[in-house]
């Protein structure tokens, strides 16, 4: 990371600055599901103050939000949900440290393993590649993602 920033567990407030990424991200790589997510979007709201206890925030050293990661705990594994980087600060490391957060916190909680899915035009996948994801799988355009997560060691 260039900048001084930090991470922070996730507030109801965080929710307005969620929605802007996520309607982002929405009309940038998948356009033609726009309507469909609109059309749910009480559904993405309900889902997403489900998650906030799993979210962490990214913020810079004003507290301004630069980017987040979210996931639904699950037993043996973790999904992530969401993971988001403002365009002006991706390609910065931001993103591998939300990343690793997430399966940090993963791993805390009693998951083995992470798991994910992305759309195939997202370049975010290749940060999955290089940080030990494997393929496992498709479901219409996402590509499916796993990582066995390190036995955490009590110190």
Known sequence: MTDPARLRPAEVGDLPFIFRQERGYMETIEPEALPGWLAALDRNLELWISCLPHTVFCVDADGQPLGFAMWL??????????IQVLASHRRQGLGRVLLEEF???ASLGGAGAVKLGVHGTNPARLLYEVTGYDAA???GDYLLFSKTLGVASAS
Not at 73 to 82: E, I, R
């Open 103 to 105: 399966e940090q916190q």
């Open 73 to 82: 705990p699950g037993g043996d594994a973790a999904t992530l949900v969401s």
């Open 137 to 139: 799988g498709r479901e």
